[in-house]
């Protein structure tokens, strides 16, 4: 994984520096809220319902252990215990003191973390396939260019005040599991007419007030042209981007009003009249430094199965099961990647606590490389973990409560922290979220039921990706009362579609029933092997309408 250098460990202990002093003038009354705003937002720190929160960047969702550790004692010294890992493959802390700050990300830079460019209006944490690297329908290694694109990204200044938040997602696999289709930029490794190495951009993708999925501008851009390119996109949008508007200031908004065509061509125009400018290019030395940081490790020559773990799969039916939707195909033949559910039946989608993250490293460690992946559905990723230690894994996670057998399932849900601590937020999404989960708590059910992807907004800034959710719950307000639509449909893979909203909303009570004729009308009319989202499609939104408002 990568190192800071010189410059990064600079840069993080002066940005350290100066906001301890702005927060000694906040304390002091030398700067009122108005003031310190843009100063704290421009460090992570978020002023919530109850408390500041702390949003700290892991940049592509890679962590070591050593870093996970770090998280843990500031989890347990300066907060409630826990963090909370996010969508965008950062973490948060929900309850520092003020005063606390400073500390924090002065201990976050002695292991080479920081909250920079987690909020405001400029590019934010670059995310990746969790399973990058080590994927077995993997192109090329997307964390190169990810880490290419957070070093050249962090503190640009052209783009640090653009007209809204910027999120760009790459993925080096035909299997989108970045939901690189509704991020501002997607870039998705392909490969050239000669071969080589190269992206497909899509932009105007994006979630919140006005789901869009992005277009492709290019369909093949050379590696070298990288930077250059994205320069090109940002600067189109940072000249016509509305900054009159909150709500239209996205780039997905201009994409649309401009129309793909025309937007297209702004660009192309821009990238074309770049070249007189020197542009940024993306050196061939420059390239291989990089990638030397995401050389494979030293992996064994292992077998790709073992009598004991045969033995193990076909004489424990918890441990097949957990391995069934916890274990994917590693490029490395006799290793195993292995998701790490942070979604026990009745818990807090994406929370960890502390000793839970403690756990984590340690296991890391024992059965890896000591290296953690942050997935943008809030779990946890081992890259590396030897096929015959699947089943010692399994006993070690048990023993820490984290080995819940529902990745991938319906209680595998994310939700958005939701009126319970956001001050933007409609309605609450965590208890929704518990409720459905413990409803299907039986994993026999839910194991029959399949892969399902529920996803819940507490409003309509779609932090939860409700839109993209096999099922969507968005919180709304009605006169002071919260309810809850709901979408069917969506999808953000590869194949990404939003979802169809059923119809009125449910109440709060009513929800989870909702959901569950919702289940009850797709087992009803499955054929074989059909997932949610294939019966979806062949049989359209009538039959699950007329089941759930059969009753009004």
Same mark, same amino acid.
């Given at each position: 994984m990568y190192r800071y250098d010189e410059f990064d460990h600079t840069l993080v202990a002066e940005r350290v520096a100066q906001f301890r002093d702005q927060v000694n003038r906040r304390v002091a009354g030398a700067l009122t809220e108005d003031e310190f705003k843009p100063l704290r937002l421009m460090n992570g720190l978020y002023l919530q319902l109850h408390a500041y929160m702390l949003r700290v960047a892991i940049p592509y969702g890679v962590l070591s252990a050593t870093q996970m550790r770090r998280l843990a004692h500031i989890a347990r010294t300066y907060d409630k215990g826990y963090g909370h890992f996010t969508t965008r493959q950062n973490i948060q802390y929900n309850w520092p003191n003020l005063e606390d700050v400073p500390d924090i990300l002065e201990e976050l830079a002695e292991v080479e973390m920081h909250a920079i460019q987690t909020s405001g209006n400029c590019i934010r944490n670059v995310t990746a396939d969790q399973f990058a690297g080590v994927a077995a329908d993997e192109f090329d290694d997307p964390r190169v260019y990810a880490e290419i694109i957070r070093q050249w990204s962090t503190l640009h200044p052209e783009f640090s005040f653009l007209p809204r938040k910027f999120k760009i997602a790459i993925t080096g696999a035909p299997n989108d599991r970045a939901a690189v289709k509704v991020h501002d930029i997607g870039l998705r490794m392909v490969a050239g007419p000669d071969g080589a190495p190269g992206f497909e951009v899509i932009v105007g993708g994006g979630q919140g007030r006005t789901p869009m999925i992005g277009y492709v501008v290019r369909d093949y851009l050379p590696v070298p042209q990288l930077l250059a390119y994205l320069e090109a996109v940002l600067r189109v949008y940072n000249q016509l981007g509305r900054r009159d508007n909150l709500y239209k200031a996205r780039i997905k908004i201009l994409v649309h009003e401009t129309g793909r065509e025309e937007f297209t061509r702004l660009v192309e125009e821009e990238f074309a009249a770049m070249a007189g400018e020197n542009p940024p290019a993306l050196p061939g030395g420059e390239l291989a430094r990089i990638r030397a940081y995401f050389q494979p490790p030293a992996y064994a020559d292992l077998p790709?199965?073992?009598?004991?773990l045969d033995l193990a799969l076909a004489g424990n039916r918890t441990?097949?099961?957990?391995?069934?939707t916890a274990v994917a195909e590693h490029k490395q033949p006799g290793y195993a990647i292995v998701t790490i559910s942070l979604k026990p039946i009745g818990g807090i989608p994406g929370d960890a606590s502390a000793d839970e993250m403690d756990a984590v490293a340690d296991l890391a460690e024992r059965f890896g490389f000591g290296e953690i992946r942050v997935t943008h559905e809030q779990n946890l990723v081992l890259p590396d973990v030897p096929r015959q230690d699947l089943f010692a894994l399994w006993q070690s996670l048990d023993a820490a409560g984290l080995a819940t057998a529902n990745v991938g399932l319906v209680s595998d849900i994310i939700a958005c922290p939701g009126l319970d601590y956001c001050n933007l937020a409609n309605a609450r999404s965590i208890p929704i979220a518990q409720e459905i989960s413990q409803r299907f708590a039986d994993l026999d059910r839910q194991h029959d039921i399949g892969d399902l992807k529920v996803k819940i907004s507490g409003c309509i800034n779609a932090c939860g990706h409700h839109h993209v959710g096999h099922i969507g719950i968005l919180g709304v307000d009605r006169k002071g009362v919260e309810y809850y639509q709901v979408t069917l449909g969506g999808d953000a893979t590869e194949n990404a579609a939003l979802g169809d $909203?059923?119809?009125?909303?449910?109440?709060?009570?009513?929800?989870?029933?909702?959901?569950?004729?919702? $289940?009850?009308?797709?087992?009803?009319h499955r054929e074989d092997g059909e997932r949610f989202l294939d019966t979806y499609r062949r049989i359209g939104m009538k039959p699950f309408k007329e089941a759930l408002y059969a009753a009004h």
């Amino acid at each position: 994984m990568y190192r800071y250098d010189e410059f990064d460990h600079t840069l993080v202990a002066e940005r350290v520096a100066q906001f301890r002093d702005q927060v000694n003038r906040r304390v002091a009354g030398a700067l009122t809220e108005d003031e310190f705003k843009p100063l704290r937002l421009m460090n992570g720190l978020y002023l919530q319902l109850h408390a500041y929160m702390l949003r700290v960047a892991i940049p592509y969702g890679v962590l070591s252990a050593t870093q996970m550790r770090r998280l843990a004692h500031i989890a347990r010294t300066y907060d409630k215990g826990y963090g909370h890992f996010t969508t965008r493959q950062n973490i948060q802390y929900n309850w520092p003191n003020l005063e606390d700050v400073p500390d924090i990300l002065e201990e976050l830079a002695e292991v080479e973390m920081h909250a920079i460019q987690t909020s405001g209006n400029c590019i934010r944490n670059v995310t990746a396939d969790q399973f990058a690297g080590v994927a077995a329908d993997e192109f090329d290694d997307p964390r190169v260019y990810a880490e290419i694109i957070r070093q050249w990204s962090t503190l640009h200044p052209e783009f640090s005040f653009l007209p809204r938040k910027f999120k760009i997602a790459i993925t080096g696999a035909p299997n989108d599991r970045a939901a690189v289709k509704v991020h501002d930029i997607g870039l998705r490794m392909v490969a050239g007419p000669d071969g080589a190495p190269g992206f497909e951009v899509i932009v105007g993708g994006g979630q919140g007030r006005t789901p869009m999925i992005g277009y492709v501008v290019r369909d093949y851009l050379p590696v070298p042209q990288l930077l250059a390119y994205l320069e090109a996109v940002l600067r189109v949008y940072n000249q016509l981007g509305r900054r009159d508007n909150l709500y239209k200031a996205r780039i997905k908004i201009l994409v649309h009003e401009t129309g793909r065509e025309e937007f297209t061509r702004l660009v192309e125009e821009e990238f074309a009249a770049m070249a007189g400018e020197n542009p940024p290019a993306l050196p061939g030395g420059e390239l291989a430094r990089i990638r030397a940081y995401f050389q494979p490790p030293a992996y064994a020559d292992l077998p790709a199965s073992t009598p004991e773990l045969d033995l193990a799969l076909a004489g424990n039916r918890t441990f097949a099961r957990w391995v069934k939707t916890a274990v994917a195909e590693h490029k490395q033949p006799g290793y195993a990647i292995v998701t790490i559910s942070l979604k026990p039946i009745g818990g807090i989608p994406g929370d960890a606590s502390a000793d839970e993250m403690d756990a984590v490293a340690d296991l890391a460690e024992r059965f890896g490389f000591g290296e953690i992946r942050v997935t943008h559905e809030q779990n946890l990723v081992l890259p590396d973990v030897p096929r015959q230690d699947l089943f010692a894994l399994w006993q070690s996670l048990d023993a820490a409560g984290l080995a819940t057998a529902n990745v991938g399932l319906v209680s595998d849900i994310i939700a958005c922290p939701g009126l319970d601590y956001c001050n933007l937020a409609n309605a609450r999404s965590i208890p929704i979220a518990q409720e459905i989960s413990q409803r299907f708590a039986d994993l026999d059910r839910q194991h029959d039921i399949g892969d399902l992807k529920v996803k819940i907004s507490g409003c309509i800034n779609a932090c939860g990706h409700h839109h993209v959710g096999h099922i969507g719950i968005l919180g709304v307000d009605r006169k002071g009362v919260e309810y809850y639509q709901v979408t069917l449909g969506g999808d953000a893979t590869e194949n990404a579609a939003l979802g169809d $909203i059923t119809g009125p909303s449910f109440s709060g009570e009513a929800i989870t029933d909702a959901v569950e004729t919702i $289940i009850a009308t797709y087992i009803g009319h499955r054929e074989d092997g059909e997932r949610f989202l294939d019966t979806y499609r062949r049989i359209g939104m009538k039959p699950f309408k007329e089941a759930l408002y059969a009753a009004h």
